[in-house]
């Protein structure tokens, strides 16, 4: 007796650990956020206010040239649920918009933009993005390559608010082991498989040109620019691209080399670049040289660290405009200059592009600031359409109207998970529903198709995806009613009414409150149903909800 009084004493107290546990971790969260939210000011969004105002200036001057009426302001709903996608990719919980709520609404959209960027979630979701352009989706080559630690590096350099430029220069001068630096993936990424020790050049410099200027260098590889694509600056007229522009530029990486010893990682070698160019009978050594503003190029040091220098320069305008055509494309879901890595040096560029691009590096490449710009602009707040009149592709192509684009696959996974969570799923949920989260959206992205590294490239839905998402687990497991499992069965037991139960629904899924018409339609499906038939129509109604083609698209 004395032994079994023993055991259901410490059985008894280790279930009051295990309870006290889950409670304080249930709580955390909550707790967290609503000091975070205690915290918003607004005084950082409004020291962008001045450069904001050029911006629209910018815009209405480029919609008067084409001659388009420009649509009004969409509502807070909407703007926030852009602001979501764009920063964090997924919609608003409701939980968030019942914090928002109370504030006022002129400053709701500021409010939330602050609260994103002070939540971990944006460093994570662009450091995702990011890493698909620097290193791509491959796995790459086994042992030399871990892309896990490249792209939580990387959102640790978001985090700590480091600029452009560093993360930039980290990347193309990095050496040493591939896991414990792991901006050095950045080259290892490119190391053939089957005992190779150099880096391919050729990859590193078409991702380099690609993502750092803007430009598709790449394509001169093989042969001279025949298509009138590229131009460089030549004395006072311009040159067509050539061979000569693309293998200069791979040459600053013909030095990235394997140690022999493998406990050194990659290190920086003396070796020559050698090409057989077009036509030519035999290969030549190749000098490291650069494309255009040729004098902005350090004439000493390492050849990746005068290539860095160079790419950085603040006054070379195509690093900072690449960037700001990268951001803008992924807070948004379309850029500025399409397609986003082809921004010729010889034509203008939209004026709003270019401001920003030059606020960009006058201000250190600070990202947080550039964001904060970004999605505070008339172009990103505006309608996507106009009252009494159908949208053209003119208004959608000088952001006369917010252009309606397809959510990415990630972003759909996003929406899907959160819209079925009453509260925020962030970095104070439970452990459980963020490796959930995790493990989810793989899967779906196996099933729903990734976009890969082109991701920023228009796509419409295909059939296959669109029945995955009718017939697929994922929406199904997450509408079904489960109050245990599923948080967003519980609206059914906890709305005050029928209005209440589907506002909520609206509000959660679709980040917005249902019509009139809306409104009455699915409070009749509820009328007088109780219990079980109540919840599965609660249910029903979200599952209709996640698979209209408004939840899918940005707008």
């Not at 005084?43 to 815009?59: C, E, H, I, M, Y």
């Not at 650069?290 to 220098?309: C, D, H, Q, S, W």
């Not at 397609?339 to 990202?367: M, R, T």
């Not at 989810?440 to 669109?466: M, V």
Request: hydrophobic residues 40%.
């Amino acid at each position: 007796m004395h032994k079994k009084f023993i055991l259901r004493s410490v059985l008894t107290m280790l279930g009051v650990v295990l309870a006290a546990t889950l409670a304080i971790v249930w709580f955390r969260g909550p707790v967290q956020r609503t000091q975070r939210w205690k915290q918003i000011s607004l005084d950082a969004s409004k020291t962008v206010l001045p450069q904001v105002r050029l911006v629209d200036t910018a815009f209405n001057r480029w919609s008067e040239t084409e001659k388009v009426s420009v649509a009004e302001q969409a509502d807070w709903l909407t703007v926030c649920r852009r602001l979501a996608l764009g920063l964090v990719g997924s919609g608003m919980s409701l939980e968030e918009i019942r914090h928002l709520e109370q504030w006022p609404e002129s400053e709701r959209a500021g409010i939330y933009t602050e609260y994103l960027l002070s939540d971990r979630r944006w460093s994570d979701y662009f450091s995702e993005r990011l890493t698909r352009a620097f290193v791509g989706t491959e796995m790459g080559p086994f042992l030399l390559f871990r892309r896990r630690k490249f792209r939580e590096w990387l959102e640790e350099q978001l985090a700590q608010e480091k600029g452009m430029d560093s993360i930039t220069t980290s990347l193309i001068e990095s050496e040493g082991l591939w896991m414990d630096r792991p901006e050095v993936n950045f080259i290892t990424a490119t190391i053939p498989p089957g005992g190779a020790r150099k880096a391919d050049v050729v990859r590193l410099a078409g991702r380099t040109s690609r993502v750092f200027l803007g430009l598709r260098l790449d394509c001169l590889e093989c042969h001279n620019d025949f298509l009138d694509r590229t131009y460089f600056p030549d004395g006072e007229s311009w040159k067509g691209g050539t061979q000569e522009h693309f293998h200069e530029l791979a040459a600053f990486f013909a030095g990235a080399t394997l140690a022999e010893n493998a406990l050194l990682g990659v290190r920086e070698e003396k070796l020559d670049y050698r090409f057989k160019f077009l036509d030519a009978e035999q290969e030549v050594v190749v000098k490291p040289n650069v494309p255009f503003a040729k004098e902005l190029l350090p004439e000493t040091g390492k050849p990746r660290e005068r290539l860095a220098k160079w790419i950085t320069n603040s006054d070379n305008p195509a690093f900072s405009r690449a960037v700001v055509n990268r951001f803008w494309a992924i807070a948004t879901g379309k850029p500025l200059v399409d397609p986003v890595d082809d921004i010729p040096l010889n034509s203008e560029v939209p004026e709003p592009l270019q401001i920003l691009a030059d606020d960009f590096a006058k201000n250190g490449f600070n990202i947080k600031r550039l964001l904060r710009i970004i999605t505070s602009t008339d172009a990103f707040r505006r309608s996507s359409r106009v009252e009494g009149d159908e949208v053209t592709m003119e208004q959608q192509d000088c952001w006369a109207v917010f252009p309606i684009t397809q959510l990415r696959p990630e972003q759909v996974a996003g929406q899907i998970i959160q819209a079925s969570q009453l509260k925020t799923v962030d970095r104070d949920s439970m452990w459980v529903t963020q490796l959930a989260r995790f493990g989810q959206i793989n899967d779906f992205l196996k099933a729903y198709g990734d976009r890969g590294e082109d991701e920023l490239s228009p796509e419409n839905e295909t059939i296959p995806q669109r029945l995955l998402l009718l017939n697929g687990q994922m929406v199904r497991e997450r509408t079904k009613h489960d109050p245990v499992a599923n948080p967003i069965s519980r609206i059914a037991d906890q709305a005050a009414d029928d209005h209440g139960a589907v506002e909520n629904c609206f509000l959660a899924i679709l980040n917005r409150r249902p019509s009139k018409d809306e409104l009455d339609y699915f409070v009749a499906k509820l009328e007088g149903a109780r219990f079980g038939a109540r919840q599965k129509a609660v249910s029903e109604l979200c599952w209709v909800l996640m698979n209209t083609t408004e939840f899918l698209w940005n707008h």
